[in-house]
């Protein structure tokens, strides 16, 4: 009954353990944005944005990065990969 009940509440997770910490990325992303809304040309908030993000991510990364380090029991392969998509392709361009 414990087993079928812990596999139920494991179900009832799985997809959805990403979440919270996309959610606090996009924040911070959004954040960095609206931040730069007030450049005058475009080129020049696209420079603030990338020099925001550029300031604050390596930080985040490394602060989430800490709870993916692999055990004997679970391997972070996944995990630390998606970490990795934010510094490159269309993530890294916000």
């Known amino acids: ?23 606090r990325i996009e924040n911070l992303r959004a954040r960095c944005h609206v931040a730069c809304q007030e450049a005058a040309k475009p080129s020049i908030a696209t420079q603030l944005y990338q020099i925001a993000w550029a300031k604050t991510w390596p930080d985040l990364k490394a602060k989430l990065a800490e709870g993916y380090v ?25």
């Open 1 to 23: 009954m414990v087993a079928a009940a812990a596999m139920l509440y494991a179900w009832s997770k799985a997809g959805h353990e990403f979440d919270e910490v996309q959610a």
């Open 70 to 94: 692999d055990t004997t029991f679970h391997n972070y392969l996944q995990e630390r990969l998606w970490l990795d998509s934010f510094d490159r392709g269309a993530f890294s361009e916000g």
